[in-house]
């Protein structure tokens, strides 16, 4: 996928030379005006650098890292990929859109870079401003914030468990006093019996127990009330866990390795990259094995695995990395791979919608995946689940101007729905019909 | 591990004392299930049992809550263009050389699973079966493997032994015969001729049913044996004689799309419509005058009518006392032919060359050709001639073919001497069949191509002059078939690729005819793209009306009316809208297709006038329980046994008979739905264990004559028998009974002169007014139980326009192909247990009313009685007229069945739906019950599993499950379904369109059956969209909503029904 640029690129300094101009009279409204100008116009670098950052892991990612030019993925890392080019730079882009013309010039640099790397730098469908951009975002590479909020969440769970264990380990401990206490007790009686010369008659604990409860009529029935209640509520919420599998951490015929690939500072490829049906489809797609070898033809070795993972792939695929060549594709044999996130069938659930739509990134439902080596299931998949979401969640899409769609929605709001919907300043994807049966059941 | 409690249990004195007190009538086989030792060793106690049994299903319960593990397989290598969970539609062409229609094809993941029309580009028109053949691509009973004598065998052995066999026979100087279909298709025909020159084979054309005599008439007056295209868009006036034309005659499609664009009331004009005809059929049902006449009647009536207009036109007048007797029936047509001459249609059903000559020769009084005939742009459908069928049966007899070849054509099965030919077929030295099934033709070939589906295959047509279409696979093939062309090519030594060939031939003979796209190349692309393209094709020259004998002609014709007038009664052979001529047989969906007229389903029956029936003393009522008399027809020694179908509009005197049933006589296995199925699964089975097919075959009954093959007969024998038989049928009341809510009806003249209150009043409410201590009339909307629902957008609804539904049945189909909608056979459907979720209620008109009733002292408990029974009965056969109404969930506002609901399964949706939740429905059944419009359906059954359903339910089949749509659930067992108003499509429509930014486009958005009618009747929109084309009809003058009176507030709109009659 490509994006448009919708704003020229202007060098930066255009601003400094206007802060330093004359404090004119006549100049005034002129620097004001260039003032805003100049403003739009950063902020248009900074979009830009964000286009570019998604250009670059659309287009680039597979191959280059954004790190120095010795991190080697499958090419050299980009970072400040322009200062090597120095003054090249009219060269750079042509062998970025067209490696094959740029040796051509016969370029010592260029020359150079074809031979020290073993694969071939294929042609990019880029045009010069999305190169801008790239270029752009590789000068200056924003750092971002790692979500944290799963790590806790998992923490918190182990901490629950600990605490069965102590109160299972400690009440042990209590009946285990408990009997030993009780056979000194009947013990020392026996003897003293003994001493006496009676015929000792003790209790049973059965009868012990009888007599106990005979004796404390109304404790034992608030006590059973309690526990009845009590293992009534467990039971409820035990019957509605049931289908329910947050944590399902199913083996997959390939280890494969999500942090690897996806955190920022080992191989960082967006999700979509991969899984490049979740903004078209209600499929996010398991990605077919010849997205797997835009880099895998390359990189051949893994970090955690070496080899004997990644050859799975080539095994799939009939691909021998010897030769570098695919046999016949009638003995290659797809991956079974075992899926994680399961919904039944009589749900609708369209990933594109969330992605696209509702601008909800792939971590929210599915975790911090960047931090997980296989994927487990992150989050509980329930209706409940669902629905909470749908009644917290705003419609990113309304308050957009530019979105017809909404805009068409809400001038046809009757006053009354839309005082109703806008109590607490906010539209809600439940507000605009969300939690309705026939949204997800069809 | 002892498990005895020995504990001893008082058994009661009973038990003791006197044993010969029993529950059961028998003694229970005690020693049969305890015999053994075991039991008597085991200390197991029954208690004992029970506990464990106990801990077992409970454990077992658990243990099957865990998730079973699902697997996910993705592509290795990607194409390009499929993205798993959005659907790719391929444009395509069906031609079958019956129906002709520019399809949509949507598939997913690469399986085709809806058929839409192609309204942009082609002949974007569907009926009933097209919409239906995506099912029969998945039917497991199509051949998987070529068959050398009867056994499975590679194509290299077939085509090996092929070639040597044909060579054979061609250095011999025997004949070689290659029977086809109407291909209508240039590149086919390059390889039939390809074909024909390599072993100097001879091409036959042989069709189901034969339009030879158009032809001949044709080529009699104006020297081309051509047949001319119809425009009945143009046509103020369209008379026809038994001609079905929107489901039978010539291309139904172009004619039904003509059709309703000349049936719109809004227009300035409206077309009347006459039709002259002995069986109701969809057109005649349709018709404004339908005037019922037995075919000998019609005889005199084309040429009564042929005096009328030439006495007006100045010309000669044909003599003849029987001729003037039926010149009142064709009156009132005769007038309004006249008062249109030149922009009317006179059109003629019969395969008779005299009549056609004489119909030809009225057009021509009328100035019709070149306005709203067009001989000059002829089309291609029919091509078969009776002649080269008959001289093909001589050159067998002397055993002069050595070969005989069939592609597509089943002679065994339609050829009205079927029984004859096959004799002779036996006897050819060498029989290759190229066929989708091994059929009754097929399994008595010494070799078998099996062929791809349509949706597996190349081609081109040029059905209408000069409008090409292609078709190209939306699946690779299914099977290890061969497309028929390709088996062709390589039997004649040329390289056998179709795909190639296609291509080249399109480029070569197409591109030269177009001058828009430069490159050839583009050129093919864009028509694969559009799937069809207009080229420019000289006109076919033809010359002026030629003089002829007209009054020898019409002597001839008086003739044989005389000769008519047998005792007994005329047969009149029909297709019918569902099967058509028997080659969609195995399909299901189309097996269960309600007929329009008579709404029976799985069946074939003769349709008699109900007072003809009451002579015999046949069973007029049938219901669930009450079945139907049999009877048998006798004609020339031939006979034909079914049930006698009460059938209002038959013309006295008449009988019908559908064709296309009884196919798989001899057990051929042509499809699992196509034979008889028992009550509890299973097929019925004769005596020797051969099953039963549906219906009868009635191809032999088409009477040939030396000019041509026709449908009807006369001096037909109907003995009663002592059988009777159960049909199913989807509605057996007739008429809406005085009910004044249900239909409205008016004429085109109300209609443009009048105000709304004279043909669609108001339904109003009478209130006790405090204030003026009368009673005041209010409008019915204003009285309302329940609050308005939010407006928060959308509001969807449907408007059905009832003056354009022809009845067809196309909507019902798509809506199932679309909406997983179970196939449940016929038992089921006798016991009202179907599950359309849209269905046509046809209902006859009446002349019997409350007031009628009144006069006649039809009231009290009794009278009333008597008077709803009177109500029931439509009305005498030359006034009856009949009114189509699709029926789908309403979407009411205010729904009845939302309201008792139980557990809040059925709820209202902001957008004005009545949503449907399948998984929290418990199957109380209460939202049936309150439901005024009776469209809700119950799963009673595991429609997808029950053994009853395994024949009949596409869904049990391995391979036809492959066609349910995956964006909607397939319900199970115990829960409520209806119409959802296509809901998956109104989600991805909206979807697109959030996901864009851009407003949601009037039309963008298309229910299953609002893109599925052909005569656009059905409209889906946004009633908020004040733009929207919904708007304009649902709020018109004509719209009103179905038993508003109720107080349900629906969204779904019907508009009146107009007809154009004084």
Not at chain 2, 240 to 248: E, G, H, K, Q
Not at chain 2, 425 to 442: F, M
Not at chain 2, 747 to 774: C, G, H, I, M
Request: hydrophobic share 35%; charged share 20%; net charge neutral.
């Amino acid at each position: 996928m490509r994006y448009k640029i919708p704003y020229k690129i202007v060098p930066l300094h255009l601003n400094y030379v206007l802060l330093h101009m004359h404090t004119d009279i006549i100049m005034k409204p002129l620097r004001i005006f260039f003032g805003i100008l100049s403003g739009v116009l950063f902020f248009a670098q900074a979009q830009t650098i964000e286009e570019g950052e998604k250009l670059f892991k659309g287009n680039c990612a597979a191959c280059h890292k954004v790190d120095v030019k010795e991190a080697v993925l499958v090419g050299p890392g980009l970072l400040k990929i322009r200062d090597r080019w120095q003054d090249k730079q009219e060269l750079l882009k042509i062998w970025i859109k067209e490696p094959k013309k740029a040796l051509a010039t016969g370029d010592a640099y260029v020359k150079e870079l074809w031979d020290m790397y073993p694969s071939e730098m294929p042609g990019q469908a880029v045009n010069d401003a999305e190169i801008d951009a790239i270029l752009m975002y590789l000068d200056n590479p924003p750092v971002k914030k790692v979500a944290a909020s799963a790590v806790v969440a998992t923490e918190k769970d182990s901490d629950a468990d600990n605490n069965w264990l102590v109160m299972l380990v400690l009440s042990g401990v209590l009946l285990i006093v408990y009997l030993v206490a009780r056979s000194l007790g009947t013990q020392l009686e026996e003897l003293a019996a003994k001493k006496r010369g009676d015929k000792h008659t003790h209790l049973s604990i059965f009868e012990e127990i009888c007599l106990f409860v005979h004796h404390q009529k109304t404790w034992v029935v608030i006590l059973s009330v309690v526990l009845g209640l009590m293992g009534a509520v467990r039971g409820y919420l035990a019957l509605m866990q049931i289908g329910v599998y947050p944590g399902y951490h199913p083996t997959q015929p390939i280890n494969f390795p999500h942090d690897v690939h996806t955190s920022k500072d080992m191989a960082g490829i967006e999700c979509v990259y991969c899984h490049n049906s979740v903004e078209k489809s209600k499929h996010a797609g398991i990605p077919s094995a010849n997205v797997c070898m835009n880099c895998h033809k390359g990189i051949q070795e893994g970090r955690n695995t070496g080899k004997s993972e990644i050859e799975k792939i080539y095994k799939a695929v009939n691909f021998s990395p010897k030769t570098m060549q695919y046999g016949n594709p009638k003995d290659a044999e797809p991956i079974v791979w075992n899926k994680v996130h399961n919904l039944p069938d009589h749900v609708y659930f369209n990933h594109s919608q969330h992605v696209v739509v509702g601008k909800i990134a792939c971590q929210k439902c599915h975790g911090p995946v960047e931090t997980m080596q296989t994927v487990s299931q992150y989050s509980p998949l329930t209706m409940g689940w669902c629905i909470d979401c749908h009644r917290e969640t705003e419609v990113p899409g309304y308050t957009d101007e530019k979105n017809k769609y909404y805009r068409e929605l809400h001038a046809r709001m009757d006053n009354k729905s839309l005082q109703k919907m806008l109590e607490d300043d906010k539209v809600t994807v439940s507000e605009l019909g969300g939690l309705e049966c026939g949204k997800c059941h069809y | 591990m002892n498990m005895d409690t020995n504990k001893k249990y008082w058994k009661g004195h009973q038990a003791e004392h006197s044993p010969s007190l029993s529950e059961f009538s028998q003694e229970l086989p005690q020693d049969v299930f305890l015999s053994g030792t075991a039991l008597e060793d085991s200390q197991t106690s029954r208690r004992d049992f029970l506990k464990y049994l106990g801990f077992g299903v409970s454990a077992a319960a658990l243990a099957s809550c865990e998730a079973p593990v699902v697997k996910s397989i993705p592509y290795l290598n990607k194409p390009e263009d499929i993205t798993p969970g959005v659907a790719n539609w391929y444009a395509s062409t069906y031609f079958d050389g019956y129906d002709y229609a520019s399809v949509l094809v949507k598939t997913r993941e690469g399986r085709p699973i809806h058929i839409q029309p192609n309204k942009q580009f082609g002949l974007g028109v569907l009926n009933a079966r097209i919409n239906a053949s995506v099912l029969s691509l998945y039917d497991g009973e199509r051949l998987q493997n070529p068959i050398v004598a009867g056994k499975a065998a590679t194509w290299e052995t077939l085509d090996a032994e092929v070639k040597t066999a044909l060579t054979a026979i061609k250095a011999k100087g025997k004949k070689i015969v290659l029977l086809t279909p109407t291909l209508a298709s240039p590149s086919s025909q390059a390889v039939v001729d390809t074909f024909v020159q390599a072993y100097g084979a001879e091409h036959v054309i042989m069709d189901s049913v034969s339009r030879s005599a158009m032809r001949k008439a044709n080529e009699q007056c104006f020297g081309k044996a051509i047949l001319p295209s119809y425009h009945f868009d143009k046509a103020k006036t369209i008379v026809s004689f038994s001609a079905d034309f929107l489901n039978d005659w010539l291309i139904n499609t172009a004619n039904t799309q003509q059709y309703a664009k000349g049936r719109n009331p809004e227009n300035e004009w409206m077309s009347a419509h006459f039709q002259f005809e002995a069986n109701l059929s969809v057109t005649g049902s349709n018709a404004d005058y339908r005037i019922p006449l037995k075919p000998s009647e019609e005889y005199l009536a084309i040429l009564a009518l042929y005096n009328i207009i030439a006495k007006a036109k100045g010309a000669n007048i044909l003599a003849g006392a029987e001729i003037a007797s039926m010149e009142s029936k064709v009156q009132t047509a005769a007038q309004s032919l006249l008062a249109n001459a030149g922009k009317s249609l006179v059109v003629c059903g019969h395969n008779h060359v005299y009549l056609q000559v004489i119909v030809n020769a009225i057009n021509n009084l009328l100035g019709n050709y070149a306005q709203t005939i067009d001989l000059q742009n002829p089309i291609y459908i029919n091509q078969m001639q009776e002649d080269n069928i008959l001289a093909l049966l001589e050159n067998m007899k002397k055993s002069e073919v050595g070969a005989v070849l069939t592609w597509g054509v089943n002679p065994a099965y339609y050829l009205p001497n079927a029984d004859e030919f096959m004799q002779l077929y036996k006897q050819v030295e060498l029989t290759i069949a190229l066929s989708l099934y091994q059929d009754e033709t097929a399994s008595q070939a010494k070799y078998i191509a099996p062929i791809h589906h349509y949706l597996e295959s190349w081609s081109d047509y040029q059905v209408i002059h000069g409008q090409y279409a292609l078709a190209q696979p939306t699946i690779g093939s299914l099977y290890n078939t061969r497309q028929a062309q390709s088996s062709l090519l390589t039997w004649a030594d040329k390289d056998a690729d179709y795909h190639a060939f296609i291509q080249e031939h399109w480029i070569s003979k197409q591109f030269k005819k177009q001058n828009k796209e430069l490159n050839p190349l583009t050129f093919w692309n864009n028509s694969l793209h559009n799937g069809s393209a207009i080229l420019q094709e000289n006109p076919i020259a033809v010359s002026a009306f030629a003089n002829l004998d007209i009054q020898a002609l019409a002597i001839s014709i008086v003739a044989e009316y005389k000769a008519m007038q047998k005792q007994g009664y005329e047969l009149c052979l029909y297709r019918k809208m569902s099967l058509g001529d028997g080659s969609h047989v195995a399909n299901p969906w189309l097996q269960e297709l309600p007929d329009p007229m008579t709404k029976a389903t799985w069946d074939n029956y003769i349709t008699m006038n109900p007072k003809d029936m009451e002579k015999h003393s046949f069973v007029t009522y049938y219901d669930q329980e009450k079945p139907l008399s049999v009877a048998q027809i006798q004609i020339d020694g031939k006979t034909l046994e079914l049930p006698v179908f009460p059938a209002y509009g038959q013309k006295q005197g008449t009988i019908g008979v559908a064709l296309g049933y009884g196919r798989g006589a001899n057990n051929e296995k042509i499809g699992k739905a196509a034979y008889q199925t028992q009550e509890y699964g299973g097929y019925m089975e004769d005596a020797s264990g051969k099953r039963l097919p549906i219906g009868k075959n009635a191809y032999n009954f088409v009477a040939r004559t030396n000019q041509s093959w026709t449908l009807h007969t006369a001096g037909v024998q109907v003995v009663p028998t002592e059988k009777t038989y159960l049909i199913a049928s989807t509605q057996t009341h007739h008429t809406v009974m005085d009910r004044g809510s249900v239909l409205k009806e008016t004429t085109f003249a109300t209609y443009k002169n009048q105000d709304k209150s004279a043909y669609n009043p108001a339904n109003t409410l009478q209130v006790w007014s405090e204030e003026k201590q009368a009673f005041d009339e209010i409008n019915i909307a204003q009285a309302d139980l329940w609050d308005a629902h939010p407006n928060i957008g959308h509001r969807w609804g449907l408007s059905i326009d009832l003056n354009t539904c022809i009845g067809c049945g196309a909507c019902a189909t798509a809506c199932q192909s679309e909406n997983n909608v179970p196939v449940v056979g016929k038992d089921e459907i006798r016991r009202v247990r179907d599950m359309f979720w849209l269905r046509i209620d046809r209902y006859f008109s009446s002349d019997y009313n409350a007031q009628k009733a009144e006069e006649d002292g039809k009231s009290g408990v009794m009278g009333a009685i008597e008077k709803y029974h009177l109500m029931e009965v439509p009305s005498h056969e030359d006034t009856l007229s009949v009114v189509f109404q699709p029926v789908m969930c309403q979407h009411c506002n205010h729904a009845p069945c939302e309201t008792v609901c139980p557990v809040a399964a059925t709820t209202h949706s902001s957008e004005g739906l009545n949503q449907m939740t399948y998984n929290r429905c418990v199957g109380t059944r209460y939202c049936a019950n309150n439901c005024p419009y009776k469209v809700r359906r119950f799963n009673w059954f595991n429609y997808t599993g029950y053994k009853k359903f395994a024949e009949v339910n596409p869904s049990q089949d391995v391979q036809a499950r492959m066609v349910l749509n995956p964006d909607v659930a397939v319900r199970t067992r115990g829960v409520m379904e209806k119409c959802s108003m296509c809901v998956q499509r109104i989600q991805a429509g909206k979807l697109e369109a959030k996901k864009a930014g851009t407003a949601l486009q009037d039309g963008a958005i298309q229910t299953a059956c609002s893109a599925a009618c052909p005569t656009q009747a059905i409209t889906f929109g946004d009633l908020n969209d004040k733009d929207a084309q919904i708007v304009k009809k649902a709020f018109g003058a004509r719209a009103y909503r179905m038993l508003e009176e109720v107080g349900t507030q629906s969204n779904v709109y019907y508009l009146t029904k107009v007809r154009n009659k004084a």
